[in-house]
């Protein structure tokens, strides 16, 4: 009995609202708080299906505005907080069910693209708030509706809650003196707060129902030896007015909503920054405005119908209509916004923007906002050293750059520039200079050959790039304590560049260039015999020469991404790619998708080549790791091999996730990082959501391989291999400025061998090959393209 069996009597946390784009949270005690984004890379945070999460302008390690507080108990805290009190009774709620954490009547919580609204029921009293970032702003909105079905008149309190953060997130949550630093004061609607540096940022929170009170102290809403589910100023039924000089500070304001039955009223609460003090209420009543609101709240549905409208797809599988059309894209430009910086799983201190993982993040979302994509390849070449090799992490808000010493940052730029270009047709941009980090400048070629240049003047023993202070697996650091150990992903990651800038050359006739390419590729070649072990590849050469994921251990014998990147890399025999995937589907595939390895040491021990610090099954050790997944249905399209390619990507759908969030734990709207393998004693609980590399790459695999619409320099390949019981598929999809509308028949033609298109139908006319030329696309806006396989 499998996994999915033994769970599919778990109860639903909730569903998806397709026609509203929206996953729909019916119960409040989901087994993790359950995340969504606001904004767009620039102010903006995340809120979970109770309100909690945290807010921050571009960075959130140096332009932190609210505080949060990870691995608190309880979970989840602080957050974006309204409380509700009745004065009659004296009872009082939370409509987001957290702080207070009172059973509602009723509770919906509907993340949607880009806002958050949650509703509840209590007592008779119905409560919505909506929350999101308008597009282009420095601020957040609360929509707050409030309406009495309880058949009697209601004197109310509402009260507002967040808890300020200093700035530098750091500071905040591992010393107790930036409080020292900490001013406050209430004026004229607004809570100001300010901490005493040469910053020039002020949070304000305000709203424009009427404030018959307020507390700036953390000390006096709270209260000694209480918390926020059951604050002294909720107990008492009002505030103290208090300020604050040299300590904790909050934004509560306390506004009396009187209700008359089956009355309803409405109020809007907002939280930004302003960079002058002066003039922070004036900035913050501005955003008050009502009707303008209504105009901001318009323009962000609108902003990601845009967005969405420049690749949508139906296919015979539900389950990939719903992820590759909202929110597989969606989570592609969350993540491109935010990087791996700042999420329920990660501290938004010393993430930034990394090199290796922006790099990747563009993959998902070049299609939509190219020119976006073209300023971050800049911004990130801009931390590359003139010898080639870069640093890891840029701060986005101040330009500063950590890191550095791996062996595989650089190498992702080649795959970030080429798929730009095929996309856009922009062969300038490879004539663009950009700065190095160590001074001096070049132009994105030169970035490029550079990097490549790095790697292969880095050499171990075996002529295999060396691991340096790590590579992808950054969990295999210690590999490599006594130097010299070699990267066999690496290595296939060098030969996998290379065969990228060889088809750039070819395409624009840089012939000497050319032949310098073909030279180092035939070199990564010459050393396949050195690095496969009868049935797949190895994964490196420890400090002590010796193989790693080889048969011949009882640990790590066999690593998915050696065997993925070798066939990616086009270098191995057909027999040898063959045989390595079939290897993989022997020894890594479970119910969840594949393994990053197996079997995992459940120990660690330099000496005995247990190099992974992680239990048995959890992360790079064991683990399932999409990202690499995603990897995997590429190779597998590569070689035809449509089935296996389909059930890799089907596999890891996290829809299919929906009726088994019990022991999934994480949303099953959003791609996770993670799940425990099957060593770890929580096989199939997942960890770290949202912000990862699976994103971008499963939308890469899915619509570029396994569908097969695929840019190229010089024109839109259609390329399907597709699950032999499909009957075809249809997609449109913007390229180069025109909506090419894609049908797809499956003409079930046993006899075909190849299974992919020989000639394609566009706009009537009969083309040969599977490639529609950039030339014909010209001066269109439209075009229809039919294929059969």
Same mark, same amino acid.
Request: include cysteine; proline fraction near 4%.
């Given at each position: 009995?499998?996994?999915?069996?033994?769970?599919?009597?778990?109860?639903?946390?909730?569903?998806?609202?397709?026609?509203?784009?929206?996953?729909?949270?019916?119960?409040?005690?989901?087994?993790?708080?359950?995340?969504?984004?606001?904004?767009?890379?620039?102010?903006?945070?995340?809120?979970?299906?109770?309100?909690?999460?945290?807010?921050?302008?571009?960075?959130?390690?140096?332009?932190?505005?609210?505080?949060?507080?990870?691995?608190?108990?309880?979970?989840?805290?602080?957050?974006?907080?309204?409380?509700?009190?009745?004065?009659?009774?004296?009872?009082?709620?939370?409509?987001?069910?957290?702080?207070?954490?009172?059973?509602?009547?009723?509770?919906?919580?509907?993340?949607?693209?880009?806002?958050?609204?949650?509703?509840?029921?209590?007592?008779?009293?119905?409560?919505?708030?909506?929350?999101?970032?308008?597009?282009?702003?420095?601020?957040?909105?609360?929509?707050?509706?409030?309406?009495?079905?309880?058949?009697?008149?209601?004197?109310?309190?509402?009260?507002?809650?967040?808890?300020?953060?200093?700035?530098?997130?750091?500071?905040?949550?591992?010393?107790?003196?930036?409080?020292?630093?900490?001013?406050?004061?209430?004026?004229?609607?607004?809570?100001?707060?300010?901490?005493?540096?040469?910053?020039?940022?002020?949070?304000?929170?305000?709203?424009?129902?009427?404030?018959?009170?307020?507390?700036?102290?953390?000390?006096?809403?709270?209260?000694?030896?209480?918390?926020?589910?059951?604050?002294?100023?909720?107990?008492?039924?009002?505030?103290?007015?208090?300020?604050?000089?040299?300590?904790?500070?909050?934004?509560?304001?306390?506004?009396?909503?009187?209700?008359?039955?089956?009355?309803?009223?409405?109020?809007?609460?907002?939280?930004?920054?302003?960079?002058?003090?002066?003039?922070?209420?004036?900035?913050?009543?501005?955003?008050?405005?009502?009707?303008?609101?209504?105009?901001?709240?318009?323009?962000?549905?609108?902003?990601?119908?845009?967005?969405?409208?420049?690749?949508?797809?139906?296919?015979?599988?539900?389950?990939?209509?719903?992820?590759?059309?909202?929110?597989?894209?969606?989570?592609?430009?969350?993540?491109?916004?935010?990087?791996?910086?700042?999420?329920?799983?990660?501290?938004?201190?010393?993430?930034?923007?990394?090199?290796?993982?922006?790099?990747?993040?563009?993959?998902?979302?070049?299609?939509?906002?190219?020119?976006?994509?073209?300023?971050?390849?800049?911004?990130?070449?801009?931390?590359?050293?003139?010898?080639?090799?870069?640093?890891?992490?840029?701060?986005?808000?101040?330009?500063?750059?950590?890191?550095?010493?791996?062996?595989?940052?650089?190498?992702?730029?080649?795959?970030?520039?080429?798929?730009?270009?095929?996309?856009?047709?922009?062969?300038?941009?490879?004539?663009?200079?950009?700065?190095?980090?160590?001074?001096?400048?070049?132009?994105?070629?030169?970035?490029?050959?550079?990097?490549?240049?790095?790697?292969?003047?880095?050499?171990?023993?075996?002529?295999?790039?060396?691991?340096?202070?790590?590579?992808?697996?950054?969990?295999?650091?210690?590999?490599?304590?006594?130097?010299?150990?070699?990267?066999?992903?690496?290595?296939?990651?060098? #030969?996998? %560049? @290379?065969?990228?800038?060889? /088809? $750039?050359? &070819?395409?624009?006739?840089?012939? !000497?260039?050319?032949?310098? +390419?073909?030279?180092?590729?035939?070199?990564?070649?010459?050393?396949?015999?050195?690095?496969?072990?009868?049935?797949?590849?190895?994964?490196?050469?420890?400090?002590?020469?010796?193989?790693?994921?080889?048969?011949?251990?009882?640990?790590?014998?066999?690593?998915?991404?050696?065997?993925?990147?070798?066939?990616?890399?086009?270098?191995?025999?057909?027999?040898?790619?063959?045989?390595?995937?079939?290897?993989?589907?022997?020894?890594?595939?479970?119910?969840?998708?594949?393994?990053?390895?197996?079997?995992?040491?459940?120990?660690?021990?330099?000496?005995?080549?247990?190099?992974?610090?992680?239990?048995?099954?959890?992360?790079?050790?064991?683990?399932?790791?999409?990202?690499?997944? #995603?990897? %995997? @249905?590429?190779?597998?399209? /590569? $070689?035809? &091999?449509?089935?296996?390619?389909? !059930?890799?990507?089907?596999? +890891?759908?996290?829809?299919?996730?929906?009726?088994?969030?019990?022991?999934?734990?994480?949303?099953?709207?959003?791609?996770?990082?993670?799940?425990?393998?099957?060593?770890?004693?929580?096989?199939?609980?997942?960890?770290?959501?949202?912000?990862?590399?699976?994103?971008?790459?499963?939308?890469?695999?899915?619509?570029?391989?396994?569908?097969?619409?695929?840019?190229?320099?010089?024109?839109?390949?259609?390329?399907?291999?597709?699950?032999?019981?499909?009957?075809?598929?249809?997609?449109?999809?913007?390229?180069?400025?025109?909506?090419?509308?894609?049908?797809?028949?499956?003409?079930?033609?046993?006899?075909?061998?190849?299974?992919?298109?020989?000639?394609?139908?566009?706009?009537?006319?009969?083309?040969?090959?599977?490639?529609?030329?950039?030339?014909?696309?010209?001066?269109?806006?439209?075009?229809?393209?039919? +294929?059969?396989?």
């Amino acid at each position: 009995m499998t996994i999915y069996r033994r769970w599919r009597e778990t109860v639903h946390y909730g569903y998806f609202d397709n026609q509203n784009r929206e996953y729909v949270i019916t119960r409040p005690d989901t087994p993790t708080p359950w995340i969504n984004f606001l904004g767009n890379g620039e102010y903006g945070g995340f809120i979970s299906n109770n309100a909690g999460g945290m807010s921050y302008y571009k960075d959130p390690n140096s332009k932190r505005i609210t505080r949060y507080k990870y691995n608190n108990l309880p979970a989840d805290r602080p957050g974006r907080y309204i409380y509700l009190k009745d004065m009659k009774t004296g009872e009082y709620w939370s409509p987001t069910w957290q702080p207070v954490m009172k059973t509602p009547d009723s509770y919906e919580c509907r993340h949607g693209l880009g806002y958050t609204a949650i509703s509840s029921s209590y007592g008779g009293i119905e409560t919505q708030i909506t929350y999101f970032v308008p597009v282009g702003k420095d601020h957040e909105v609360w929509k707050v509706k409030i309406r009495n079905n309880s058949g009697k008149e209601l004197s109310l309190k509402a009260f507002t809650y967040v808890e300020f953060s200093y700035h530098t997130a750091s500071l905040d949550l591992m010393c107790d003196w930036p409080r020292m630093l900490f001013n406050a004061d209430f004026k004229e609607g607004f809570i100001v707060f300010e901490s005493m540096t040469a910053e020039a940022f002020y949070p304000y929170i305000g709203t424009n129902a009427g404030v018959e009170g307020y507390d700036c102290s953390l000390e006096k809403f709270i209260g000694a030896y209480r918390s926020e589910s059951n604050p002294i100023a909720l107990e008492n039924g009002k505030c103290s007015n208090s300020r604050v000089s040299s300590d904790n500070a909050v934004g509560a304001m306390c506004c009396p909503v009187n209700l008359k039955s089956g009355e309803e009223k409405a109020f809007v609460v907002v939280l930004g920054f302003s960079e002058n003090k002066e003039t922070a209420v004036q900035k913050g009543r501005e955003n008050l405005d009502e009707r303008q609101i209504e105009k901001d709240f318009d323009e962000l549905r609108a902003y990601w119908d845009n967005f969405l409208s420049h690749a949508s797809f139906s296919t015979p599988d539900d389950n990939v209509n719903l992820m590759l059309n909202i929110w597989n894209q969606y989570q592609c430009k969350t993540t491109f916004d935010w990087s791996r910086f700042i999420s329920l799983y990660e501290r938004g201190i010393d993430r930034g923007l990394g090199f290796r993982d922006s790099m990747q993040d563009i993959l998902g979302v070049v299609h939509a906002i190219p020119d976006k994509v073209k300023a971050r390849i800049k911004d990130l070449l801009s931390i590359q050293f003139k010898k080639g090799d870069a640093m890891s992490v840029l701060y986005p808000a101040d330009r500063k750059a950590c890191g550095g010493g791996r062996s595989d940052d650089h190498l992702w730029s080649v795959f970030s520039v080429c798929t730009y270009i095929r996309e856009t047709g922009d062969r300038e941009f490879l004539n663009e200079t950009v700065p190095y980090y160590d001074g001096g400048e070049g132009t994105v070629l030169e970035h490029l050959e550079n990097a490549v240049k790095f790697t292969v003047d880095n050499p171990g023993e075996h002529g295999i790039p060396l691991l340096l202070l790590s590579d992808w697996n950054d969990t295999l650091a210690s590999i490599n304590k006594k130097g010299g150990s070699e990267s066999i992903f690496v290595f296939f990651q060098l #030969a996998h %560049a @290379v065969y990228e800038l060889l /088809l $750039l050359y &070819r395409q624009y006739g840089y012939t !000497e260039k050319e032949r310098r +390419a073909s030279e180092i590729y035939a070199y990564c070649k010459s050393k396949l015999d050195i690095i496969w072990d009868g049935k797949w590849f190895l994964r490196a050469f420890n400090s002590c020469g010796e193989k790693y994921g080889t048969a011949d251990d009882e640990f790590n014998r066999i690593f998915l991404n050696p065997q993925t990147w070798a066939v990616m890399s086009r270098l191995p025999t057909e027999e040898q790619a063959h045989s390595a995937l079939d290897a993989v589907h022997e020894n890594l595939m479970t119910e969840f998708g594949l393994l990053t390895h197996y079997p995992a040491a459940d120990f660690y021990d330099v000496e005995k080549k247990a190099y992974m610090p992680c239990a048995a099954g959890t992360k790079e050790n064991g683990g399932i790791f999409y990202h690499t997944n #995603a990897w %995997a @249905v590429i190779a597998e399209v /590569l $070689l035809g &091999r449509n089935e296996h390619a389909f !059930e890799y990507y089907s596999t +890891a759908l996290p829809c299919r996730r929906n009726g088994i969030s019990d022991l999934c734990r994480i949303e099953p709207y959003v791609y996770a990082s993670h799940i425990f393998g099957k060593q770890h004693p929580e096989f199939g609980a997942g960890t770290n959501s949202w912000l990862t590399g699976t994103a971008a790459w499963m939308f890469l695999a899915a619509s570029q391989y396994i569908l097969g619409i695929r840019p190229d320099y010089d024109g839109l390949v259609i390329d399907p291999c597709i699950p032999k019981e499909w009957d075809g598929f249809k997609a449109e999809r913007m390229f180069r400025n025109v909506r090419v509308v894609i049908t797809v028949k499956n003409t079930g033609d046993s006899k075909r061998v190849d299974k992919r298109v020989n000639n394609m139908v566009v706009d009537g006319n009969v083309l040969e090959g599977n490639k529609v030329p950039a030339a014909y696309l010209e001066e269109k806006t439209l075009v229809q393209v039919y +294929a059969e396989i």
